[in-house]
């Protein structure tokens, strides 16, 4: 086994997740990552924890939403009570085919994460992690070769996350007491938001492998102005470019999309939440150098912005404040590399991808 | 995908465990079956039931076994909470290496089956089917080439059920009032047991895909004599052959094996119930004509009994009978093509292979 995958799953279970002794810990993989499952399960002996295996697979889901009646849907009470009897999850993706649900229609797809909304809900309030194995798939969305794809991930991941953290920090400290965010990229984007009361995050690797974000849920209602996401979005097996959203008072009430329109039409519409914000994150890891089309990488990047429409995660929402409630949290990207920057109450704090403090 | 697959997938779906609308269908393969799994995903979707799709992995076992203090290990509390959900579970086997827990200590492998016993007999008491799917190193077992063991596989798995039942009918009336059996083999196996009061099953692949079997538990006390089992046994990834047992009143006195006796030792100390039987088999299934050392196929031969080790199933066990109750059940084989006989209350039923009703 490549010495690199031990090491990843040492810091999945030692850093992210800090599992110990007595621990129920669920094991997600797809077919392709079977060896950090394996290199995971080895860390499970050590630290005395219990693991179960549970699969995932494009196919297979691709397969029943095929098949099924969209209006017969029911929720997947076996993982539902899996997930509850669990101290901690950690989920792999390894794709084969990043277009392998792309003959699945949308609403079907919409429909199944309505009905698993309970499953994700309890999935979220345990311990959790989510990394990626490299694979040829994922390679080639990226444009590289294996080999190359697999320094790339590794790199990213192995790596000194309380290093990160500090170099974070100093973000979340301009962040936490602020009142309104400014986004601005081109003349395509210019969008404000409020985050007064809102909780910041820094992600130092523990819920994403890589990590390397500060991210809040901005105010709901008081999301204002129009974006356009530079970089493709893989959602439900197709490639949606050029999407654009502009919002009033909080609510999208415009979007378009140059490929795959109707995938971000059938996202919005999944509920009332899908069409408001519920993540506003800023990317700081400098060692995730190019995009690979791959948003658990992507919106870690130093020189990118990315906003989620759907769900809020729980602990960035302030106690006083309401948090967007969705069975959807589709994040897309904003390129600040150029033309670009972040205000906080007036003050830029990026400018064209380079913060204030470095 | 090959349609044989699709097949094997329906008749588990629509046979062997007759999925119907709401259900909720736990789905466990290791990854060289996902086709099968993927099969039965969209099985599932057609029936408008709900699968789960779990993950077994021999290195995954090994890894964690290696790691793990025997002393500490705890139940897979998340197994069982998902098994308890379940409706129906469907297992495939789909083997990459026999042998790929051999060199897990026997203790360890003993203790692991006891502290997930509570899991098991969750899973027993459900609608299940054991299937397996067709790989390689499952080839390379029977001595075969790919192509030719999966046509093996499928001839066994995709057949007319109802004419194998009406088939092996004839053999379930002849245990049904029947008290003592005794199955003879040249001159190393010669074992009487009682089966008064024990419930006969017929096998026409519920539970076992293939099926093809006639199958009871003796009565515990009742076993009395000697077993050479002629076929080699793979348990915890080893070869055992030549196992002998010994029994008197129902209880192993002596044991031995030719190759690997510490691994029928490690299971025959498992627990109070190890030792005893908990199951006699009759193999009817004419379509397996050959050995490829899985027991799944093998014990449904035509030439063949089978005596397993340990837990008896409950639906084998008469109401006024007691149930031997064990982590273990482990089936070996008996040869019977040669110099052989079955006699029931006296009379021979089936000698050198061939029932009298044949």
Redesign the interface.
């Known amino acids: 086994m490549d010495p690199r995958i031990r090491e990843h799953a040492s810091i999945v279970a030692r850093h992210s997740t800090a599992i110990e ?2 621990d ?1 810990v ?1 094991i997600s ?1 797809p ?1 392709p990552a ?1 060896e950090l ?3 995971l ?6 630290l ?1 924890a ?8 494009a ?3 691709r ?7 969209p209006e ?15 101290d901690v999850l950690v989920r792999i993706r390894a794709g084969r085919n990043a277009t392998e649900t792309s003959d699945v229609a949308p609403e079907t797809s919409a429909a199944r994460s309505r009905v698993n909304k309970p499953v994700q809900e309890v999935a979220l309030s345990k311990r959790w992690c989510l990394t990626q194995f490299p694979t040829p798939a994922g390679a080639q969305l990226a444009g590289m070769s294996t080999e190359a794809y697999e320094n790339f991930v590794w790199d990213a991941v192995n790596k000194d996350w309380d290093a990160q953290r500090a170099h974070q920090e100093q973000m979340v400290e301009i962040l936490a007491d602020a009142d309104e965010v400014r986004v601005v990229s081109g003349d395509t984007t210019d969008v404000r938001m409020s985050v007064d009361g809102m909780v910041v995050q820094n992600d130092y690797a523990e819920h994403n492998l890589p990590g390397g974000e500060v991210f809040t849920a901005p105010v709901v209602d008081s999301v204002q102005g129009e974006v356009l996401f530079d970089k493709p979005v893989y959602q439900q097996g197709r490639e949606v470019t050029g999407a654009r959203l502009v919002f009033e008072d909080g609510v999208v009430v415009e979007h378009s999309a140059e490929t795959n329109e109707e995938v971000l039409t059938g996202i919005l519409e999944t509920d009332e939440g899908a069409r408001r914000l519920g993540e506003l994150g800023i990317g700081m890891n400098r060692d995730i150098d190019r995009f690979t089309y791959n948003m658990l990488f992507d919106e870690k990047m130093g020189d990118t912005v990315h906003m989620a429409v759907g769900n809020a995660y729980a602990d960035t929402v302030g106690p006083d404040r309401e948090r967007n409630d969705s069975a959807q949290h589709v994040d897309m990207i904003v390129d600040m590399s150029e033309e670009s920057f972040i205000e906080v109450d007036g003050e830029r704090v990026q400018e064209d991808g380079r913060f204030v403090f470095e």
């Open positions: 002794a007595g129920q669920v993989a077919a079977e499952a394996v290199a399960h080895e860390v499970c002996g050590e005395g219990t693991p179960t295996y549970v699969a995932n697979s196919r297979a889901d397969a029943f939403m095929r098949a099924a009646d017969g849907l029911d929720t997947a009470e076996p993982k539902r009570a899996l997930f509850e009897a669990a």
